[in-house]
């Protein structure tokens, strides 16, 4: 049973579209995030949900939307997506003073 | 703010010998301190973790950190490199519970046969 989950993995689309990417986690955690990894490999936090209210909003541009519908479940969408927003999106949660579980990244290259 | 830094951004050994991967981080109060593992095209996997209690850390897959208050320092180690360790390294730090994990740039390890 994998304990974070996204889809899809993989998303190639044009210059903008609306697409979302969607997380699950199985492991009864009350707080998730949303980390986006540039071409070179740096991770920085997008979102922070905690119990579906969100926590953190980092200096993301409103094209980004978080989604929280319950505490297991922390969407991605974004609209009118641009050159620069291909990159790898992980999904993250966490007990509260716990370390991180990732997801396995959800690959967006947009043309 | 918290913050980390790693020192290299790709570091290669031979097969057999000493790993070291070097993070130093800041922070104004007692940090927690994270190294995680990326495979490629995977997500990340924690290696092992300090939150105030051994200052040596044991973690999975031979990996080990020592927390230096002094020298702000939370370098990784292994002994004796595998081929399977080839990968990318992420330090971490945050405050409490309550704050987010922030990542240094990250370290690639290379391990020639």
């Known amino acids: 049973d994998t304990a974070v989950s996204q889809t899809p993995k993989y998303l190639v689309t044009q210059m903008g579209n609306d697409k979302s990417i969607k997380c699950e986690q199985n492991?009864?955690?009350?707080?998730m995030y949303w980390y986006k990894q540039d071409s070179k490999k740096f991770l920085k936090i997008m979102f922070s949900?905690?119990?579906?209210?969100?926590?953190i909003n980092e200096t993301v541009p409103n094209r980004f939307s978080p989604k929280s519908p319950d505490k297991a479940h922390l969407n991605l969408h974004i609209n009118s997506l641009e050159l620069g927003d291909s990159a790898v999106y992980f999904c993250a949660s966490t007990r509260l003073g716990g370390e991180l579980f990732f997801g396995e990244g959800s690959r967006l290259t947009v043309l | 703010a918290q913050s980390v830094t790693q020192l290299g951004s790709h570091v290669s050994v031979s097969e057999g010998a000493l790993v070291l991967l070097r993070c130093n981080y800041s922070s104004s109060v007692p940090p927690y301190l994270f190294w995680y593992v990326q495979y490629p095209n995977q997500g990340l996997q924690l290696l092992l973790k300090y939150t105030s209690a051994a200052t040596l850390v044991k973690g999975i897959n031979g990996f080990e950190a020592e927390f230096k208050k002094s020298e702000t320092s939370f370098h990784l180690t292994k002994p004796s490199a595998h081929m399977s360790d080839a990968a990318e390294y992420f330090c971490a730090v945050s405050t409490s519970g309550n704050t987010p994990l922030v990542f240094g740039k990250g370290t690639r390890l290379s391990v020639i046969a």
């Open positions: 949900y905690n119990n579906k209210e969100l926590i």
């Open positions: 492991l009864g955690h009350d707080t």
